[in-house]
T-cell receptor, first 111, second 113 residues
Framework: QKEVEQNSGPLSVPEGAIASLNCTYSDRGSQSFFWYRQYSGKSPELIMF????GDKEDGRFTAQLNKASQYVSLLIRDSQPSDSATYLCAGMNTGFQKLVFGTGTRLLVSP | DAGVIQSPRHEVTEMGQEVTLRCKPISGHDYLFWYRQTMMRGLELLIY????????DSGMPEDRFSAKMPNASFSTLKIQPSEPRDSAVYFC???FGTGQRAFFGQGTRLTVV
């Protein structure tokens, strides 16, 4: 079992809709979580991080963390075609100081 | 700052040859990570350094892989001998402190034929 699991998708949503991306993790020692966006042929870039249970909002993006359920999500409001990319969820165990990535979910936003 | 710089961007080599990938982290960052990305396995951590010291190399697939960080501004990942299954995109990333965002280089696309 991978430490961080994501549905590979693709997740298809129409322009303007809310895209919901989900991630589960197995290591209860994981303390912080990161969402990276990766366009095809490019490197991952950080878009959100979250340390505490609950919601964290940044513009059109909201990250949600539920440590009891070991569940992380990313909501993208008013989805745009430019949001079409692969979204990588990553967890960090502060004891080991390293990021462990899921395999990513491909998001397709249609005009 | 120019960000994390990797070279070469693309490398095509024959099976059995030695391959060296290079990385220059962001100045001031004390953590450096080497990742490998494939369609099947996603982004896998190979090894990471803290203050130039290797901390965890449990992700290095086998003895054919080695990594060094002789100083704070340079790291190499070497594969010797290379095999076709090593074909992947190799990313280097750096961060400042623990639990902080990692910045990725543009990657090296390695093809072993």
């Amino acid at each position: 079992q991978k430490e961080v699991e994501q549905n590979s998708g693709p997740l298809s949503v129409p322009e303007g809709a809310i895209a919901s991306l989900n991630c589960t993790y197995s290591d209860r020692g994981s303390q912080s979580f990161f969402w990276y966006r990766q366009y095809s042929g490019k490197s991952p870039e950080l878009i959100m991080f979250i340390y505490s249970n609950g919601d964290k909002e940044d513009g059109r993006f909201t990250a949600q963390l539920n440590k009891a359920s070991q569940y992380v999500s990313l909501l993208i409001r008013d989805s745009q075609p430019s949001d079409s990319a692969t979204y990588l969820c990553a967890g960090m165990n502060t004891g080991f100081q390293k990021l462990v990535f899921g395999t990513g979910t491909r998001l397709l936003v249609s005009p | 700052d120019a960000g994390v710089i990797q070279s070469p961007r693309h490398e095509v080599t024959e099976m059995g040859q030695e391959v060296t990938l290079r990385c220059k982290p962001i100045s001031g960052h004390d953590y450096l990570f080497w990742y490998r990305q494939t369609m099947m396995r996603g982004l896998e951590l190979l090894i990471y350094f803290n203050n130039n010291v290797p901390i965890d190399d449990s992700g290095m697939p086998e003895d054919r892989f080695s990594a060094k960080m002789p100083n704070a501004s340079f790291s190499t990942l070497k594969i010797q001998p290379s095999e076709p299954r090593d074909s992947a995109v190799y990313f280097c990333a750096s961060s400042f402190g623990t639990g902080q965002r990692a910045f990725f280089g543009q990657g090296t696309r390695l093809t072993v034929v």
